[in-house]
T-cell receptor, first 115, second 113 residues
Framework: QQQVKQSPQSLIVQKGGISIINCAYENTAFDYFPWYQQFPGKGPALLIA?????SEKKEGRFTISFNKSAKQFSLHIMDSQPGDSATYFC??????????????FGGGTRVLVKP | DTEVTQTPKHLVMGMTNKKSLKCEQHMGHRAMYWYKQKAKKPPELMFV???????INESVPSRFSPECPNSSLLNLHLHALQPEDSALYLC????????????FGQGTRLTVV
């Protein structure tokens, strides 16, 4: 059962353009929604995260929009740069549990930014 | 220091070998994780340790045996693996509770021959 669905699978954007990646989740117990960026041969690195009591969060060129009623969230990368070319994963977890942060990942989006 | 260090970076092992993957963090995190990532797929959770105790085992085959000797170290012991176990094995750590940003290591690229 895929609890977090991510789209599109791949994305090509021109330098300076906007990259938009969407995710939908099923488990209403999720209360923490991070986005990770992964370069080939590297581990995922946290980009930005949001909790369901906030509808939008911005950090630099990266913005998360969150729609709790629709159980959807999205990542916008403004002014995309060739260095942003990577695979992006959305994720979700229930951090209220004391056992730790059990992340469920979306399928990933490969973003290519053309110069 | 926000680094999770994994060794070795690459490992090739035969199906009858025994090997271990190691992970270390010095951020004071009390939750540590092993994930498995196949090519072009998302990471999949294998194990979670919380306060040095195994709290989650995602039905991982017994040929994978985790160990948490202390709050900074996490090992994954491998024995009698299959070629389909070849993957990138990622270690991560986080605080417990509501502020639980997970930091990932660079991973160990495992090839089973």
């Amino acid at each position: 059962q895929q609890q977090v669905k991510q789209s599109p699978q791949s994305l090509i954007v021109q330098k300076g353009g906007i990259s938009i990646i969407n995710c939908a989740y099923e488990n209403t117990a999720f209360d923490y929604f991070p986005w990770y960026q992964q370069f080939p041969g590297k581990g995922p690195a946290l980009l930005i995260a949001i909790r369901p009591d906030v509808s939008e969060k911005k950090e630099g060129r990266f913005t998360i929009s969150f729609n709790k009623s629709a159980k959807q969230f999205s990542l916008h990368i403004m002014d995309s740069q060739p260095g942003d070319s990577a695979t992006y994963f959305c994720a979700a977890s229930n951090v209220a549990r004391a056992a730790g942060n059990k992340l469920t990942f979306g399928g990933g989006t490969r973003v290519l930014v053309k110069p | 220091d926000t680094e999770v260090t994994q060794t070795p970076k690459h490992l090739v092992m035969g199906m009858t070998n025994k090997k271990s993957l190691k992970c270390e963090q010095h951020m004071g995190h009390r939750a540590m994780y092993w994930y498995k990532q196949k090519a072009k797929k998302p990471p999949e959770l294998m194990f979670v340790y919380s306060y040095e105790k195994l709290s989650i085992n995602e039905s991982v085959p017994s040929r994978f045996s985790p160990e948490c000797p202390n709050s900074s170290l996490l090992n994954l012991h491998l024995h009698a693996l299959q070629p389909e176990d070849s993957a990138l094995y990622l270690c991560a750590s986080s605080r417990t509770g509501v502020n639980t940003e997970a930091f990932f290591g660079q991973g160990t690229r495992l090839t089973v021959v």
